[in-house]
């Protein structure tokens, strides 16, 4: 019986492919989005709250008889969200801003991986520029150069040069471009990405499907990094044995942990993995669904969205079912980013594409959609395998009209082999 309301926190592609996934559930009536996007308008209907103005959101669910809250950003979940909603009495799909430092402080999360022996690489903790600079020059390159906070996908510098190493920590400690915070200095890991993201409550550890995302701007894994230029699903060097060995040894053990310090986590945990010769190591933990994988997992996904979700929070056993389509979604972005860029591009021609297209950053204006941020739409493809999904997605962006815009057409190279 289609009777569930929901209420979906968020305005990118990760919400955007949530609320797609919802409206296909045989329980899910009807879906409201704060703030959403112009895209999500279509499926959903819109509340101009921002994400962090928990106390208006949490009015919205109570007088509006919303069943479930689903959070998909990091600063909703930063602000304390969850725990205005529990105070209330009020369902709602995610961790406590005290669970939630998993992501909020890398600090917080390389202590809890070193105290319960979770695979992870060296680190030392800086809030002084000057003795920052000396430790990166005392030491070999490349280097991992990480801000302690939310940075949204950004405050990652993997540094080549001494000088790239020094102007990240400029940027990071005395321009403080992310606030104010420290930073940690990281051993740098060698070896290919996945990302791995499961449902959790306390003790229990639910997989989703794998997959890889591209942080760099351009073609060839170039420039600097974004918020991800595109995805793909499932990611074929991830054997069974790898995946398993990080469900137990990684995700498994980090839900524990979380319990043991007194913060038991409920929501997706993500991890950001590295396969490296000594086997999976973590790159970060992110307290939601990662974006732009979101993009190309939940598509695969066959399994009720809404069951799921249900089961975690009331603490049942379940299973997932998944399609074994591969999906591959590009991101079109604008010029510049992630450096400074133009807003308010007309895009056209998203009617004649058969392939599913989620909106990242979009508005609409006098009917016609627009962009309205870095990242504006992600164009998932799908098929037997993933050439046949990138060549579907490739087609598929041949049909929008969206000057302005730029994407990576390599998307999936590590695993297409051309």
């Known amino acids: 019986m289609k009777d569930k309301r929901v209420l979906v926190i968020g305005s990118g592609g990760r919400c955007h492919a949530i609320i797609d996934a919802l409206s296909r559930s045989n329980r899910v009536g009807k879906i409201y ?94 809030s002084d520029f000057h003795q920052a600079r000396e430790y990166v020059l005392s030491h070999s390159l490349p280097t991992v150069i990480k801000y302690d906070g939310l940075a949204a996908g950004k405050g990652v510098v993997v540094a080549t040069t001494y000088e790239e190493a020094e102007n990240a920590l400029r940027d990071m400690l005395l321009d403080a471009t992310f606030g104010d915070a420290s930073v940690l200095i990281e051993e740098f890991l060698d070896g290919p990405e996945f990302s791995f993201m499961c449902l959790v409550n306390g003790h229990k550890v639910y997989p989703l499907a794998t997959a890889q995302d591209h942080k760099r701007a351009y073609e060839g894994d170039k420039g600097p990094n974004t918020g991800g230029m595109g995805a793909y699903s499932p990611v074929p060097f991830v054997t069974p044995e790898i995946r398993e060995y990080a469900l137990k040894e990684i995700m498994q053990r980090t839900a524990d942990a979380m319990c043991e310090e007194g913060v038991p986590f409920t929501g997706v945990l993500y991890g950001g993995l590295i396969q490296t010769v000594d086997g999976p190591k973590v790159i970060e933990f992110n307290a939601r669904f990662g974006d732009p994988e979101t993009e190309v997992v939940l598509p695969r996904l066959e399994s009720d969205i809404y069951d799921l979700f249900e089961a975690v929070l009331d603490g049942k056993e379940f299973t997932t ?28 021609g998203l009617d004649s594409t058969s392939a599913t297209v989620y909106h990242m950053g979009t508005s609409v204006k006098d009917g016609e959609f627009q962009s309205a941020g870095g990242r504006v739409l992600m164009v998932v493809g799908r098929g037997e395998t993933l050439a046949a999904a990138r060549e579907k997605a490739l087609a598929a962006i041949e049909h929008i009209e969206a000057p302005g815009l730029f994407y990576r057409r390599d998307i999936g190279h590590q695993s297409i082999k051309n």
């Open 321 to 348: 079912e998944w399609s074994d389509d591969a999906t591959l979604g590009i991101v079109m972005a604008a010029e510049g980013y992630p450096g400074k860029y133009a807003k308010g591009m007309p895009i056209k």
């Open 33 to 126: 989005c704060a703030p959403g996007n112009g895209g999500i308008a279509s499926q959903a209907e819109i509340l101009p709250v921002p994400v962090t103005d928990t106390a208006a959101l949490a009015d919205f669910a109570e007088t509006n008889n919303i069943d479930m809250t689903i959070v998909g950003p990091e600063a909703a979940l930063a602000a304390g969200i969850v725990d205005e909603f529990q105070n209330r009495g009020l369902r709602i799909f995610g961790p406590t801003m005290s669970a939630t430092r998993i992501e909020s402080s890398k600090e917080f999360a390389k202590k809890l991986m070193a105290k319960y022996g979770v695979p992870t690489g060296d680190y030392k903790v800086f």
